[in-house]
């Protein structure tokens, strides 16, 4: 089954921070997620194939679905949990349904990234109109992170968030490419961007 299987991202998140969480809650259609909870994102193809392993994965654990999408070419779902123990599971059980393994996931790479110091205000004004999260201030520092795949932005914001004070604007991910907005100061963002590229760079699966 390993040959008419893709894993194209196993992207696990081991607790949500605040932001983070809160703007998942404004993006998913499925279970809502709050701070704290473990998360697991998985990117496949066949896309169709998405169906069945959330439920595989709801049936043999606690976790809850948040997202199954299926597009053109990939199939994505999240699950997550107040138990890391019931998402590590449920991801287990979905690479067993599949016949793959987690070496077997694709590397992520960062495809762009970007600090704009001292945004202009009519800028800050034109990307506040296309997010869900914090607001973009003028004078602020932002950063802007794009992977592939897409999945792993997730990862990278989670972390940002950890690693500094830094307000969560958007995240983008679903598609070819997954895509960070976060605002602040230039310190806070530099460590951001700092611990988001370590997260995705520290990622390991075939190139």
Aim: aromatic share 8%; with cysteine.
């Amino acid at each position: 089954m390993s040959d008419a299987f893709s894993l194209r991202a196993y992207c696990y998140l081991d607790r949500m921070q605040p932001q983070y969480a809160s703007f998942v809650g404004t993006v998913t259609q499925g279970d809502l997620p709050v701070e704290g909870m473990a998360s697991l994102y998985v990117e496949m193809a066949p896309g169709n194939w998405v169906f069945r392993v959330v439920d595989v994965a709801v049936k043999g654990t606690d976790a809850k679905p948040g997202a199954q999408i299926v597009e053109r070419q990939f199939g994505m779902f999240e699950i997550h949990s107040h138990s890391q123990a019931d998402v590590l599971r449920a991801g287990e059980l979905v690479l067993g349904e599949l016949g793959l393994e987690l070496a077997s996931r694709k590397k992520p790479e960062i495809a762009s990234l970007q600090v704009i110091t001292n945004v202009n205000p009519y800028q800050a004004q034109l990307l506040n109109r296309f997010t869900r999260g914090m607001m973009l201030v003028a004078g602020e520092t932002l950063l802007v992170i794009e992977c592939t795949p897409a999945a792993y932005i997730n990862l990278a914001a989670n972390e940002a968030e950890k690693a500094a004070p830094v307000n969560l604007m958007h995240v983008t991910s679903v598609g070819m490419f997954g895509r960070l907005w976060m605002s602040g100061s230039e310190a806070d963002v530099l460590a951001a961007r700092d611990a988001a590229v370590a997260a995705i760079e520290a990622v390991e699966g075939t190139p």
